[in-house]
């Protein structure tokens, strides 16, 4: 069994590593590497929103995250000369610290009512960037520099983005080296003693409580980290595309990231990593078909939710699959 | 200051009418409709195609709008919605659903009538003039009375009729109704049928004012949830109650804080935030919905 796993950890690592950059320069779809890169780093924020579902709460709130981690890092860049290496984390903290606040109050709220103040949520850090000085209103924050040379004690790790040949493969390792890094976190915190307190509050709030779990601190734990994988996937999109507006992330984001969670099924940590690669793959690759994009996407999304309306992974179920 | 009431008055009546739609169907179901925007969308282009082009009475326009709507909003709760409610392990399974037919609508929409700003012409002209204390276009009242009837005569309905009570009865408890020899199944679909009827009546009545186009879905059903957050989800005096608090603020707003530039929406969005931290259920509502 476990060498199993093990076998399955490194086939997944050597498909995303190797494979896929091999597959590539073979065929020659260079644009593919922007569209896996997005797949990554959407992958991370759905992460995120993957685990407020595992404590029982619908979050449509991650384009807000999302939206404020590409500021505070391009904000940061451009405005204090920060290193783009610094900002990433510091993006996540500051989406986690704002998450806490925010989610105190709300974090009392179940059901819809949760999900529909997540998604004012996102309308609100939208506006919030409209109105602010600081992030330069509509215009946005452009022409930010590409990630420098990260090096600890003179020692270099990673080269300057600018001077690469190949920035492009560059980011996709990044973005795909972070989301393993991301889905290992997850998976080792559903798999502690933390990720089972979780699964109490998702069954019954009331009886886990009644039995001492601290429920207050352990939504708003989850809900931080949560956040906290948000604002690092929204970060590293602003290096990217080197440019953020305040409608880079918006409604039909926040969506998007609670659908490739649905999709991919709630029960599986690997369920968001697959949703993403699913709709947002499956959405690019449909734009051959011109103005009919999206009503096949459309009409695709609608005929899985009839086949499997517990996501694509359910079909393990009946196998008595694993987690 | 009169103007800012009657201005909030007029939002008011019609954001109730689509606040009233989406709360009708998430308390017979308890699915949160993503595509209501959308729907509000689809009748405003039906009333276009009915009078601006087909040259119809507006009425008409507005019954066909009324009725492509309830028949739509039947199909999809009979051959979508139902299955996924039956088959889904969370209930939340739905969402996944209506996001996917709020995408369908509007791939439906772009590839029927294009994505260009429709509008009719004016069913009344002339403006209503006291003193310039209150000026309002005669259009304007028109569709706000209109709107105000349908929201009482959608009450009457469910207050009086046999459909009514039963949709009530399965509001308040589904197995419950259903042990009373309530058609659960039938009544499901009629009560979609009547959300999606609502929304559609709405896009008919606005589109003789401030006209239609595709991008127009989105921040109606944003609306109509906040609409829907203030009265209290499930509950039909909370969503009217709802409708008109938003209508009202968003008529004030525009007026006081249009010094300090674009942020009416801004301080509505906090003040809810602030105002849910508080009372969670909304006005009405029912703890925990």
């Known amino acids: 069994m476990n060498a199993q796993r093990l076998l399955g950890i490194a086939g997944f690592l050597l498909a995303v590593f190797v494979l896929v950059p091999w597959g590539i320069a073979a065929s020659g779809r260079w644009d593919f590497y922007y569209t896996l890169t997005s797949v990554a780093l959407l992958s991370i924020g759905a992460a995120g929103v993957w685990l407020t579902f595992y404590i029982g709460r619908i979050n449509i709130g991650q384009g807000a995250y999302a939206l404020m981690g590409g500021y505070v890092s391009a904000v940061l860049i451009t405005k204090a000369g920060f290193s783009f290496w610094a900002t990433l984390p510091l993006a996540g903290l500051f989406c986690a610290v704002i998450s806490v606040l925010i989610g105190l109050p709300i974090l009392r709220l179940r059901g819809v009512y949760f999900a529909m103040v997540t998604l004012v949520l996102t309308e609100v850090t939208r506006l919030t960037a409209l109105a602010l000085p600081v992030t330069n209103g509509a215009k946005g924050i452009t022409s930010i520099p590409l990630p420098s040379e990260l090096s600890v004690f003179g020692l270099t790790i990673i080269p300057d983005f600018a001077t690469m040949q190949n920035p492009k493969l560059a980011f996709y390792l990044l973005a795909a080296t972070l989301m393993v890094l991301g889905y290992a976190a997850l998976w080792r915190i559903v798999n502690s003693r933390l990720g089972h307190l979780c699964r109490s509050l998702q069954q019954n709030e009331e009886l886990a409580s009644s039995i001492g779990v601290n429920t207050a601190y352990l939504r708003v734990l989850a809900y931080a980290i949560s956040s906290f994988f948000g604002g690092i996937s929204g970060a590293v999109f602003v290096a990217i595309s080197q440019s953020i507006y305040p409608s880079s992330f918006v409604v039909t984001d926040s969506i998007n990231f609670m659908l490739y969670c649905f999709l991919g099924g709630l029960g599986y940590v690997f369920g968001p990593m697959l949703g993403t690669l699913l709709l947002y793959f499956g959405w690019d690759l449909l734009s051959v078909a011109k103005q009919y994009q999206l009503l096949i996407y459309s009409s695709a999304m609608i005929a899985l939710m009839l086949a499997v309306p517990n996501g694509i992974l359910s079909l393990l179920d009946r196998k008595g699959g694993q987690k | ?289």
């Open chain 2, 1 to 289: 200051m009169e103007q800012i009431i009657a201005n909030g008055l007029y939002l008011g009546a019609q954001y109730a009418l689509i606040a009233l739609g989406l709360t009708l169907i998430f308390s017979l179901m308890n699915v949160l409709n993503f595509a209501h925007g959308q729907m509000y969308v689809l009748g405003g282009f039906v009333t276009y195609t009915f009078v601006a082009q087909l040259k119809l009475p507006f009425i008409v326009g507005l019954l066909a709008s009324a009725v492509v709507l309830a028949v739509v909003g039947a199909l999809v709760e009979k051959f979508l919605f139902r299955p996924v409610i039956r088959k889904s392990r969370r209930e939340e399974g739905t969402m996944l659903l209506a996001a996917g037919i709020a995408f369908f609508l509007d791939a439906v929409i772009l590839l029927v009538f294009g994505e260009k700003q429709r509008g009719v012409p004016k069913i009344v002209n002339g403006v209503f003039n006291w003193d310039f204390r209150l000026v309002m276009p005669y259009d304007r009242i028109l569709i706000g009375v209109l709107a105000i009837a349908a929201i009482v005569g959608f009450i009457l309905y469910m207050q009086y009729s046999r459909t009514g009570r039963a949709m009530r009865a399965l509001a308040q408890d589904r197995v419950a109704a259903q042990l009373m020899g309530v058609d659960v199944d039938r009544y499901s679909m009629i009560g979609f049928a009547l959300g999606a009827m609502l929304a559609g009546v709405v896009g008919g009545l606005l589109v003789t004012i401030t006209g239609i186009n595709l991008g127009m879905g989105g921040p109606t059903s944003i609306k109509a949830f906040m609409m829907i957050m203030i009265g209290g989800a499930g509950v039909i005096s909370g969503a009217i109650a709802g409708g008109f608090i938003l209508g009202m603020m968003e008529s004030i707003g525009l007026s006081v804080l249009a010094a300090y530039g674009d942020i009416t929406y801004l301080v509505i969005f906090a003040s809810l935030m602030v105002f849910l931290a508080f009372r969670p259920q909304g006005l009405m509502g029912k703890p925990w919905g």
